[in-house]
């Protein structure tokens, strides 16, 4: 007859080999999409400097003496797909640009960026630290919620360009989402 240890030992082996696999994986998924995002970024500034040298007249040329003008930035439209596959529900957390609303956002990352949205407005302090956003939020004050899921959701929003951490611990939005709401 096996023993419980034995058993346990081995049922934690298993799962261990388990997660490293599925971290791989992760680590593999995460390393392609930054590759696409790189990719994609540079598709759009491409398609803006076009638009930008279009739209200059033919008496825009550059002389050699005078100093280059600085071009307007042209709006950035973003793609419909983009909006879309970041909207659906279990997609990851779409990356700030220009134009994209909120409302792409899943409920959970969607109500953080609002309360501080509104922390911004009701008193001009913007940052706010995740006990504060889970209060805000009408959470009960537990490690759980303020770790797991307030600072989570905050630290995917800094990584994905909606939030800046300014000090360790408190969110403000991020000059574009903040001029955008």
């Not at 995460?30 to 759009?44: D, H, K, Q, S, Y």
């Not at 700030?96 to 501080?116: H, P, S, T």
């Amino acid at each position: 007859m096996p023993s419980v240890v034995g058993l346990l030992e081995e049922r934690e082996l298993a799962a261990r080999v388990r997660a490293e696999r599925l971290r791989e994986e992760a680590d593999r998924v995460l390393a392609e999409l930054a590759e696409a995002e790189t990719e994609w970024r540079e598709w759009v500034i491409a398609r803006q400097r076009v638009g930008v040298v279009l739209t200059a007249g033919p008496g825009d040329a550059l002389v050699a003496d005078m100093p280059a003008p600085v071009p307007a930035p042209v709006p950035v439209a973003v793609p419909v797909a983009v909006a879309v596959v970041a909207a659906r529900p279990g997609r990851m957390v779409a990356v700030w640009v220009q134009g994209l609303d909120v409302r792409v956002l899943r409920e959970n990352y969607r109500a953080v960026v609002e309360v501080l949205a509104l922390a911004r407005g009701a008193d001009g302090l913007a940052t706010r630290s995740a006990p504060e956003i889970a209060v805000a939020l009408g959470m009960e004050l537990t490690k759980r919620n303020i770790e797991g899921r307030v600072r989570h959701t905050a630290k995917r929003l800094v990584e994905r360009g909606w939030l800046v951490e300014l000090s360790p611990g408190r969110f403000r939005l991020a000059d574009g989402p903040a001029a955008a709401s």
